[in-house]
């Protein structure tokens, strides 16, 4: 169904997940993919390159289209196959536009949560600072209790599952998720955020991210960098 | 026209442009509007964090609903006023695509961009290293390369103008052209870049971005900080 579709990803990659979710969500299945190795630096590779210039997963073209950028891909694929599968943009007005305002905001949230979880990775030895470790966390922390307070009812089971945008799981739901699963990854500690864990265990039951799970997640523990964020 | 729209907006910053100049392209004149001083601290007085917990402006709120995403906004006006002024989303599949991956790639610019013109604002002064100034001054100086590459013509006069996404005006121009006037208010130089440096000048023009030309702009001069990147 998805034949012309071709996707490199990396395992875990939020970006590359949320593509991911949303190919399964469209029932957009069969289409042509590459697991990569961050840690082999494959995201530099030629193969990657020659689609996407940035050495960034992941790289996505829909024919000879380009969607790199996840946010791009997820609302291309929203836009060009409507009708198809789970609808991911709500119609009634509010919701939508909470749609958009809570999806947008999830770039604050991966922002806040890469800075502390790569930032080994991002700042070179001789530029790290205790102090600026310490003000990475507690930025992640308040951006965290700003997403606890945004699920005002958690979810009660995973057949009655509460949502970021109104009432149904949207295109909110697909590009947030993947942080937030990533912070329980990384050791958050559920009974500080109780609203965020039940959405995380609801959703983690759903067919389409259980599909499209990190294939390394389910071979490694997790951390515990974030255990006292 | 916008009478249920409210807008409390700081002069020069990308994201409260963006949405500007969408409400202009939507022929949506009228709404309420407040400029407040990012100087001042205004953007964290008790009026914004009513709209907008984060103390960031734009707050921006159609009717009851809350927008302050930039992104978000301006996804929302062209989906609720799609057949009214400026087409902001290319009917084309391959425009299309072309616009969702420009205006998702916008977020990088940006985020390079603030990098280098705040990095004194951004990073207390402990904490600051030559080394990450010049490694940020790279980053930019790449990633304007790739934009220049992207306009493979330039803008022949301004009534000939090359957008980012197809022969016409986009959303992928709205929320991108507010970072390249940035950059060049700034002091980038326009003979290293000659096709960003039409393509500013041409959408300089443009009605909707002259009636939204920051103030502060026009009563002070530019910088020189970028003239070497």
């Given at each position: ?34 697991l990569l190795s961050f840690e ?117 089971s995973s057949k009655d599952c ?68």
């Amino acid at each position: 169904m998805a034949q012309n579709m071709t996707l490199l990803w990396g395992s875990g990659s939020p970006p590359c997940w949320r593509v991911m979710i949303v190919l399964e969500e469209k029932n957009l299945q069969g289409y042509n993919q590459k697991l990569l190795s961050f840690e082999k630096q494959e995201h530099k590779s030629q193969e990657v390159m020659a689609m996407n210039p940035r050495g960034q997963l992941p790289a996505f073209k829909v024919g000879n289209y380009t969607l790199n950028e996840s946010y791009g891909a997820c609302l291309y694929l929203e836009d060009q196959f409507k009708c198809q599968g789970t609808k991911l943009i709500p119609d009634c007005p509010g919701e939508k536009a909470k749609m958009f305002q809570r999806m947008f905001e999830g770039f604050t949230l991966a922002d806040r949560m890469a800075n502390v979880i790569y930032y080994d990775y991002k700042v070179p030895e001789a530029e790290r600072h205790d102090s600026a470790v310490k003000r990475n966390r507690e930025m992640l922390s308040a951006e965290l209790k700003l997403w606890e307070g945004y699920l005002t009812k958690g979810c009660e089971s995973s057949k009655d599952c509460c949502y970021l945008a109104g009432k149904d799981f949207s295109l909110a739901d697909a590009v947030v998720f993947p942080s937030i699963a990533y912070v329980f990854r990384f050791g958050l500690c559920g009974l500080k955020y109780p609203k965020l864990a039940a959405y995380y265990e609801c959703l983690k039951e759903r067919p389409s991210i259980k599909k499209t799970w990190p294939p390394t997640w389910k071979e490694t523990p997790g951390q515990d960098l974030l255990k006292t964020v």
